[in-house]
C-alpha cells in the first residue's frame, strides 16, 4: 500500500511556508506543579504511549522526485520522543514577561521540515512552584478528522493519566525514490487532470503552484467577503520580520456573562467588543489617527455545521467583522458588534459554545489550529488581524497529575498581518493570547493590558 498523500490544503501549508511566515500553531499552558513536582521523563512516557491514537505524529513528510505529486506521510524510522518533548527552565522565580518571551522566541522558529512537524516544551522554574507546557504543531498536520493538535492529546480530566493499551509501534519501510515516483505515476494515469495541473504548477513555480492550492481553502471553509470591499488601512498590516513578541490577558468568565445577559448578546459577542476597545485605546497610545468613523477588520473563524449535522459534524467557516474602534461608547460597540454577527451566522448554524466545549473533550487547540488554516490563502487585503474564540470545558484539566491553571492560544501570522488574537475559555477564566510582528508591535503589552480596562467598561456603560 503506497504511503499516504497530503491533501491539496495540508501540502499547501508547507509550500507556502516561508522564514517570515513559519506555518505553525501553538499554545501555552501554566500549570501548578504536584507536592512531588513534575516529572519531565514521566510527561515523556506520557506523550509517548498517546502517540497510538494519532500516528501522524510519528510520521514525517517526504517529497516526491520531480515534484510530480504532491508529498507523502511516511513513518520516521529514527523517531525520538525525546527530541520533541524538551526540557527547559526560567530563572527561578521566572516571570509573566521571562515566560512569554520564550514564547516567542520559540514560535518565531520554524519546524525542521525533516521530522514529524511537531513540538511540546516543558518549562520549569515559574514563580510559586508552577511550570508551563509550551506545544507547537504544524497546520499541515490538523485536519481535525484525522488528526487533532498535540495539546488535546495530552491533558486528562483527573490528575490520575487515563490509560492507554500499550502498543509497540514498528515503522514501516520509507519507500525509496523510485516507488515514489512509479507511485506518482501511476497515480497520473488514474488521475490525469489533477497530476498534469500539478506537475505545471512545479514547472512554474513551487510557491506559485502552493498559492493556487492555497485559493482551495477559501472555498473549503466558506469565507465571506463584506461587499468585496477591501479592509482599510491600518499599523497592523506590515511587511513582517523572522521575530514575534507575544503578550497576555484574562479575564473572569461569570463576568463575561453577566455583561452578555445584560446586553442581550453572546459571550463571543462580548470578547469581539474587548478587543475592539482594546485596539481604540492601543491605537490612541501610538498617536493613530482615530475617527467616529475609523474601523479595523477583523477575520472572525467560527465552528457551523449544516442543517442536520450534529456539532462535530461541522466545518471552519470564516467571516469578515469590521471592529468599530471609532465608537467612543462601549455600549455602543457591542451593539454594531453583536449585529454584525448575528448577520453573519443567521444562516450558518453557528455551534453554541456549549456544544463546541464538547468537541472531542479540550478541543480548543485543534479548533484554533483549524481557524488558522481558514485563514491563510485569504488574501492580506481583506482583513487587519485574525481573532479566533474557541470555548473550552468550564472543569479542570490535567497533564502528567498537575492541574492547568491557565490556557493561551499562540496564533500565526499570515502574510501581511502584522497581529493575531487567539481567545479561549477555560475552567472559569478567558484567556487571551497575542502574537505580534516584532518589529511592527514593539508594544504589544500595551495592547494585552488595556484588556481589563476594555472589559471594565463594558460593565460600567
Request: with cysteine.
Given at each position: ?381 481583506i482583513f487587519n488581524l485574525v481573532v479566533t474564540n474557541v470555548p473550552g470545558p468550564q472543569v479542570p484539566l490535567y497533564a502528567a497529575g498537575a492541574r492547568m491553571l491557565e490556557t493561551y492560544p499562540v496564533m500565526p501570522l499570515a502574510d501581511g498581518q502584522g497581529l493575531a488574537v487567539g481567545v479561549t ?37
Open positions: 500500500m503506497p504511503p499516504p498523500r497530503l491533501s491539496a490544503v495540508d501540502a499547501s501549508f508547507l509550500y507556502l511556508e516561508q522564514p517570515r511566515t513559519p506555518m505553525h500553531v501553538g499554545a501555552v499552558g501554566i500549570f501548578c506543579a504536584p507536592a512531588a513536582g513534575i516529572d519531565y521523563e514521566r510527561l515523556v512516557e506520557i506523550v509517548e504511549r498517546r502517540l497510538v491514537a494519532v500516528p501522524r505524529y510519528r510520521q514525517k513528510v517526504r517529497r516526491v522526485p520531480g515534484e510530480l505529486a504532491r508529498p507523502v506521510w511516511v513513518d520516521d524510522a529514527d523517531f525520538d520522543v525525546a527530541f520533541h518533548v524538551r526540557r527547559s527552565a526560567l530563572p527561578r522565580p521566572g516571570t509573566s514577561a521571562q515566560l512569554t518571551e520564550l514564547v516567542a522566541r520559540l514560535m518565531s522558529r520554524p519546524l525542521d521540515p525533516d521530522r514529524p512537524l511537531w513540538e511540546v516544551y516543558l518549562v520549569e522554574g515559574l514563580a510559586d512552584g508552577r511550570f508551563a507546557v509550551i506545544t507547537k504543531t504544524h497546520q499541515a498536520m490538523v485536519d481535525g478528522i484525522t488528526t487533532i493538535d498535540i495539546g488535546q492529546v495530552l491533558l486528562d480530566q483527573t490528575p490520575e493519566p487515563r490509560e492507554v493499551p500499550d502498543e509497540l509501534w514498528m515503522p514501516r519501510p520509507e519507500p525509496s525514490d523510485v516507488r515514489l515516483v512509479v507511485d506518482a505515476v501511476a497515480e497520473a494515469v488514474a488521475r490525469p487532470g489533477q497530476v498534469v495541473d500539478a506537475v505545471w504548477a512545479t514547472a512554474n513555480d513551487a510557491v506559485a503552484g502552493a498559492a493556487r492550492l492555497a485559493r482551495g481553502v477559501g472555498a473549503l471553509v466558506g469565507t465571506i467577503v463584506t461587499g468585496g470591499r477591501l479592509a482599510p488601512g491600518s499599523p497592523l498590516n506590515v511587511d513582517l520580520s523572522t521575530q514575534r513578541r507575544f503578550a497576555v490577558a484574562r479575564g473572569d468568565l461569570a463576568a463575561y456573562r453577566e455583561v452578555r445577559t445584560a446586553h442581550g448578546c453572546t459571550v463571543n459577542d462580548v470578547v469581539l467588543t474587548v478587543v475592539t476597545g482594546a485596539l481604540r485605546a492601543w491605537l490612541l497610545s501610538r498617536g493613530e489617527p482615530v475617527t467616529a468613523a475609523s474601523r479595523v477588520r477583523a477575520m472572525v473563524p467560527l465552528w457551523v455545521q449544516g442543517a442536520d449535522a450534529p456539532a462535530s459534524g461541522g466545518q471552519v467557516t470564516s467571516t469578515l467583522v469590521d471592529l468599530p474602534v471609532g465608537e467612543q461608547s462601549p455600549a455602543l460597540r457591542l451593539q454594531h458588534v453583536a449585529h454584525a454577527m448575528r448577520e453573519h451566522t443567521a444562516g450558518n448554524r453557528s455551534v453554541r459554545a456549549a456544544a463546541l466545549a464538547r468537541i472531542g473533550g479540550y478541543a480548543p487547540p485543534t479548533l484554533h489550529a483549524l481557524g488558522a488554516r481558514a485563514v491563510n490563502g485569504i488574501s492580506k487585503r475559555s477555560y475552567d472559569g477564566g478567558v484567556f487571551y493570547g497575542f502574537n505580534a510582528d516584532r518589529d511592527a508591535l514593539p508594544d504589544v503589552d500595551v495592547l494585552a493590558a488595556t484588556v481589563d480596562e476594555a472589559f471594565d467598561e463594558l460593565r460600567v456603560d
